[in-house]
Every structure is written in structure tokens, then in C-alpha cells.
């Protein structure tokens, strides 16, 4: 994990990845850092925009063509193509199985407190899942 707030997220990438860079980065919150997760992708990489966070300008490096970099959107597809929603689901569903997706939880709390976690939320400054328990 790279905390993009603490961290320099292009030299981290590149520390990780030896030097090659990541091949896919999920960005929520566009702005400038879709910038700084552009220089962080491979030759070749692909960022999925899922969110809009930011409400500043989206500014994208001249090399973007040069390296072959793809910028693509997540659709609602799930929402209406029943074989694609069912492929989905037993993809999540077998990789919690073999443990291979954890989520990561910043807090919990308990339903009668949904106001107080609604406020986190609000305050977007959690890492992780917030968990209502009923």
C-alpha cells in the first residue's frame, strides 16, 4: 500500500515494481493526482477513473500517447448485464474464499451510531471500509 498523502506514489511505484512501474491504477478521485498516477503506470499501464473526487482540473503528461498509456471509465454494466453481474460475483466470492481480497476496514460502529460514521465519511480523510454492525 502507498499512502499518496505521506508518500512520493511515482518513486514508491517504481521501488516496488523495479523500476518497470505499475500496469493498473485505480484512481476515485481524478484532479491533479490522476497526473502523478500517470507517471507512475508501465509502458503500456492503464488507469480505470472511478470517481470524482477533486473538483480541480485533470492535467495529463504530453508522454501519455508516447507511452501507449489507456485512460478508462467504470460503467454501471454490472447494473444491467446479468452474466457479467454473475461473473462478478463469483470472482469476489471465490477470491474472499481463498483470501485473496481483505478488505480494509478504518472503522466500525454500531448501527444506532450510523450519524457518527456518516460524519467519517463525510470528513473523507478514513483509509478503508466503514462498517455499520447491526
Request: charged fraction near 20%; charge should be negative.
Amino acid at each position: 500500500m502507498i499512502v499518496t498523502d505521506e508518500e512520493d506514489v511515482v518513486g514508491r511505484t517504481h521501488a516496488l515494481t523495479a523500476g518497470a512501474g505499475a500496469r493498473v491504477a485505480f484512481d476515485a478521485v481524478a484532479g491533479p493526482a490522476l497526473t502523478t498516477l500517470l507517471h507512475a503506470l508501465a509502458p503500456g499501464g492503464i488507469v480505470v477513473q472511478y470517481g470524482l473526487l477533486s473538483q480541480e482540473p485533470m492535467l495529463f503528461p504530453l508522454d501519455v500517447s508516447a507511452r501507449k498509456l489507456t485512460i478508462t471509465g467504470y460503467g454501471l454494466d454490472l447494473a444491467t448485464d446479468t452474466e457479467l453481474r454473475r461473473r462478478a460475483y463469483r470472482f469476489v466470492k471465490d477470491g474472499v474464499a481463498a483470501g485473496a481480497f481483505r478488505p480494509v476496514v478504518a472503522d466500525t460502529f454500531p448501527l444506532s451510531a450510523a450519524a457518527e460514521a456518516h460524519a467519517v465519511l463525510e470528513r473523507n480523510t478514513h483509509v478503508g471500509k466503514i462498517v455499520l454492525i447491526p
